[in-house]
């Protein structure tokens, strides 16, 4: 079975400044990483995905992701936030072969943008 | 528009009574997924299906029953609520399995309460 791991809970910030959401996880097999995002009241939209090839994927919204092996790390990094972006955010893996195919969620990483 | 469509979007229950919570996509998706959401747990899977007639459970699968009669719709049926069941329940579907096409695409939720 895999597993994610969210190291903050909570994750403040001011308007315009870097910020880096971190995810760890664990698995036995190959996997498939996410992030997704959920705003106020609504469901999960996907942000990006690692799949397979190059370690640095970007998504919408400005995000990027860097995928560390030997971590087993895929932390969420944007240089510029916007008010906007206060929301939730999920990390996920499923297994791209064997083990659960079916998406582990962490348990959410809340960031909040102070202007 | 294409999507999941959940409904209702609100519920508030008395413990013991049943009811079911629906859930259509119009994507021709043939995985599908119930996760709940609660403060600090992030998703936990119920339960999920791969086609038209196959589910199995998840994480958290007593206290809900599901099934599968055509790809479009994979209600979720509470028999008995009772207050531990009080959450936001999603609905998500995706064309590949592990979700390694565009990710799951999740419906906007239904908040249960049981009181």
């Known amino acids: 079975a895999q597993s994610v791991t969210q190291l903050d809970s909570q994750v403040p910030v001011f308007e315009e400044a870097p910020v880096e959401l971190r995810c760890n996880y664990s698995s036995s097999v190959s996997v498939y990483l996410f992030w997704y995002v959920q705003y106020p009241n609504q469901g999960l939209q996907l942000l990006l995905k690692?799949?397979?090839?190059?370690?640095l994927v970007k998504g919408i919204n400005g995000f990027e992701a860097e995928f560390n092996k030997s971590q087993t790390s895929f932390h969420l990094r944007k240089p510029s936030v916007h008010i906007s972006d206060t929301a939730e955010y999920f990390c996920?893996?499923?297994?791209?072969?064997?083990?659960?195919?079916?998406?582990?969620f962490g348990r959410g990483t809340s960031l909040i943008v102070h202007p | 528009n294409a999507g999941v469509t959940q409904t209702p979007k609100f519920q508030v229950l008395k413990t013991g009574q049943s009811m079911t919570l629906q859930c259509a996509q119009d994507m021709n998706h043939e995985y599908m997924s119930w996760y709940r959401q609660d403060p600090g747990m992030g998703l936990r899977l119920i339960h999920y299906s791969v086609g038209a007639g196959i589910t199995d459970q998840g994480e958290v699968p007593n206290g809900y029953n599901v099934s599968r009669s055509t790809t479009e719709d994979f209600p979720l049926r509470l028999l008995s609520a009772a207050p531990s069941q009080t959450s936001v329940y999603f609905c998500a579907s995706s064309y590949s399995r592990g979700g390694q096409g565009g990710g799951y695409t999740f419906g906007s939720g239904t908040r249960l309460t049981v009181v």
């Open positions: 690692y799949l397979s090839g190059s370690t």
């Open positions: 996920a893996v499923s297994a791209a072969s064997g083990g659960s195919y079916i998406p582990t």
